[in-house]
């Protein structure tokens, strides 16, 4: 009977339909990482892929609920006509929604721009920094259409926003679709690390930071970190209309309070007690209430209101929009010892100086603005200040329990004690150690030379600048950089004097330097020759320093900073003592090509440059 018992009970299992036995898969919550580039410090873009093969640069926004893209139909809608256009015609997974049996459009604004269009769903993606992708399938879009305000979407091709009640539906935002779609999980984090602008890159629509999903990077921030509910909706009531800096009070929290010194040796002020404070990446200033703007300029000598003329660009080139709400004001550009600091909870973030002022027109101008609206009594804290913290966005289903922690980048030391004892010996110790090389490279350059072992024709160098110091061989072919190592350094170029009975000749790799052109051939066994990704791009012509490049068979060299990988090897190689030609291999590769204008001497040839 038990054996017969157990056979049915086999029986209605394999009864069952085969759903009941799927398991729904957890969500992959390992952080995601994806890299940002700064356009013009006032701008954060992402990569984003839509549909199987459309990409694009988003900008980030906090604050909007919906994604909105530049359509076919809305070159107008950004600020460069070279960025790419959304087509959803080219796109199988487009789905166009619906009104009343006609396509469904919104109307929404992007720093009080007005935008319309076509509602519908996409798959997306963001980039990770790896490469691949990581998707956030059926979200909702809005392709923007031509009744959009001119340059509404600005400097990229979309926006993707981050914001929750700034949409018809909670469902149609980018947090909503993803955990709507992911009911294992029931938030999701955003870190946001945006690079400081002492970066040599920042600015140059590169270098922007990083955005954390999932989870948290530690390593970009320092200390404590302060978490903070966002306001609820009571406390938004209280805020009054919702300015054009933002499209919704979504990520806005309850601040400590703030700390200004005006100058060298000047008393600090301090405010911002308990304001509420809302966070925006794709704004690029911080803006208080009129009277705090007015209490900190009023305490810089030489400070005072300023308006900014139209069409006006930063000394970096980026454009400055014209924001009529807010008073800007100019301050004596040789001011010094301006300090900021802003609390929230426990922590406090330095606010790094050039982040307190931009170079426009040769005035240096205050990123720290003041509503002209004298009864706005909330703050909005952009990048100016960003840049300085580390943020993490924790959204819920439920965006009035949402958190924003707060901690200061770990980027930089940004107290204002003295680091000249680190400095001292930071250079001590790199003198130490410079010299410790200096002396290994002297005997390894004797060394070699005296085992006398690889002939010039072998020393490699990858194509780059060879003016930096420390190589154990100074010789370079004229048919190309030449090497058993594909992977050896740059070589070293010294100014020399050509000894009698040899020529001079001008250098291309690396500018006018003293070389000296001889014949080649191969001087050891097997020995191979190469030609530099940047190519022999001259004959071997003996001509005085300073000629220039043309007198090279006409090619123009590229700039020795130029790279393009390793050197590739001569098939066939030359043979020895070949009659009068070198050859050329362009930098995107290709076949090796004779140079005009042969060699006179009748050989091929190699420079030895010391």
Request: hydrophobic share 35%; net charge negative; proline share 8%.
């Amino acid at each position: 009977m038990a054996l017969a018992a157990a056979a049915l009970a086999l029986l209605n299992v394999a009864a069952m339909p085969a759903t009941a036995f799927l398991i729904p898969r957890a969500t992959n919550t390992s952080r995601v990482s994806v890299p940002l580039s700064n356009v013009g410090n006032y701008a954060y873009t992402a990569a984003v892929k839509m549909g199987a093969d459309q990409q694009f640069a988003f900008t980030l926004d906090l604050n909007m609920g919906y994604t909105v893209v530049a359509g076919p139909n809305c070159q107008a809608c950004v600020t460069n006509s070279s960025l790419p256009l959304y087509n959803p015609s080219q796109s199988s997974t487009f789905t166009a929604e619906s009104s009343g049996g006609n396509a469904a459009t919104v109307q929404t604004n992007i720093k009080g721009k007005p935008i319309t269009g076509a509602l519908g769903t996409e798959n997306c993606a963001f980039q990770r920094q790896d490469g691949t992708w990581w998707n956030y399938p059926n979200q909702t879009v809005i392709v923007a259409g031509s009744d959009s305000d001119s340059q509404a979407i600005g400097p990229s091709s979309g926006v993707a926003g981050f914001g929750q009640t700034a949409a018809q539906n909670p469902d149609q935002t980018l947090v909503g679709q993803y955990l709507a779609g992911h009911t294992d999980i029931s938030s999701i984090q955003f870190g946001l690390a945006l690079d400081p602008l002492s970066d040599p890159n920042a600015g140059s629509d590169s270098s922007g930071g990083e955005l954390h999903i999932f989870q948290p990077d530690t390593s970009f921030y320092t200390g404590n970190m302060a978490t903070l509910p966002v306001a609820n909706a009571n406390q938004q009531s209280n805020f009054g209309s919702v300015p054009t800096q933002i499209s919704s009070y979504d990520w806005t929290v309850q601040m400590q309070g703030w700390s200004f010194t005006p100058g060298q040796n000047q008393q600090a002020i301090t405010g911002g007690g308990g304001v509420y404070t809302t966070v925006e990446a794709s704004y690029p200033y911080i803006v208080l209430t009129a009277a705090d703007a007015q209490r900190i300029y009023g305490a810089i000598p030489g400070a005072q209101p300023y308006s900014v003329p139209a069409n006006s660009v930063t000394s970096s080139g980026a454009p400055v929009g014209q924001d009529t709400s807010i008073q800007s004001y100019s301050i004596p550009c040789s001011t010094s010892g301006l300090a900021l600091t802003v609390s929230f909870g426990d922590v406090s973030i330095p606010v790094d100086v050039s982040d307190l002022y931009t170079t426009i027109g040769g005035v240096c101008v205050g990123n720290v603005k003041g509503w002209l609206d004298t009864s706005r009594g909330t703050y909005v804290f952009g990048s100016a200040f960003l840049r300085n913290a580390y943020i993490v966005l924790t959204a819920n289903g439920n965006p009035q329990s949402n958190t924003i922690g707060f901690a200061a980048r770990a980027f930089a030391e940004k107290s204002g004690k003295s680091n000249t004892g680190a400095i001292v010996g930071g250079v001590i110790g790199g003198l130490a150690f410079i010299a410790i090389v200096a002396a290994a490279s002297f005997f390894y350059i004797r060394h070699r030379r005296r085992q006398n072992e690889i002939p010039p024709s072998a020393a490699f160098a990858t194509s780059g600048d060879l003016t930096g110091a420390g190589s154990s061989e100074k010789h370079h072919s004229l048919l190309g950089f030449m090497s058993r190592d594909r992977n050896a350094e740059n070589l070293a170029a010294e100014p020399w004097t050509p000894p009698p009975g040899t020529a001079a000749a001008y250098s291309a790799e690396g500018g006018q330097d003293n070389v000296v052109v001889q014949p080649w051939n191969p001087n050891a066994p097997g020995e191979q020759a190469f030609l530099s990704p940047m190519g022999g791009a001259f004959p071997a012509t003996a001509t005085s320093p300073g000629a220039t490049a043309t007198s090279f068979g006409g090619h123009s060299p590229p700039p020795h900073s130029a790279s393009a990988g390793y050197a590739q090897p001569m098939t066939p190689p030359p043979p020895a003592g070949s009659p009068g030609i070198v050859y050329d291999q362009p930098v995107n590769g290709g076949s090796y090509s004779p140079v005009p204008n042969p060699n006179p001497t009748g050989q091929a040839m190699w420079v030895e440059r010391r």
